[in-house]
């Protein structure tokens, strides 16, 4: 993603996608593009919640061991 996005943006974003696809808004020619975009949001947000995860699991760890 060019921008520095938070996840709630990006959450955001795919609300606001969503919406506009259930309410007819969005154009057959437009439609692709808008994918596409809904596309790099759910990765983005996959991969932030697996960093969440990971250095959550990591902290845990961190804490048994103490």
Do not use: H, P
């Not at 154009?27 to 697996?50: H, V």
């Amino acid at each position: 993603m060019q921008e520095e996005l938070t996840y709630e943006q990006a959450m955001d974003q795919l609300e606001a996608l969503a919406s506009k696809m259930e309410r007819n808004e969005i154009g057959i020619d437009e439609m692709a593009k808008e994918l596409q975009k809904a596309q790099t949001l759910m990765k983005f947000c996959k991969e932030r919640l697996y960093e969440s995860e990971k250095n959550c699991n990591s902290l845990l760890q961190m804490d048994e061991n103490s």
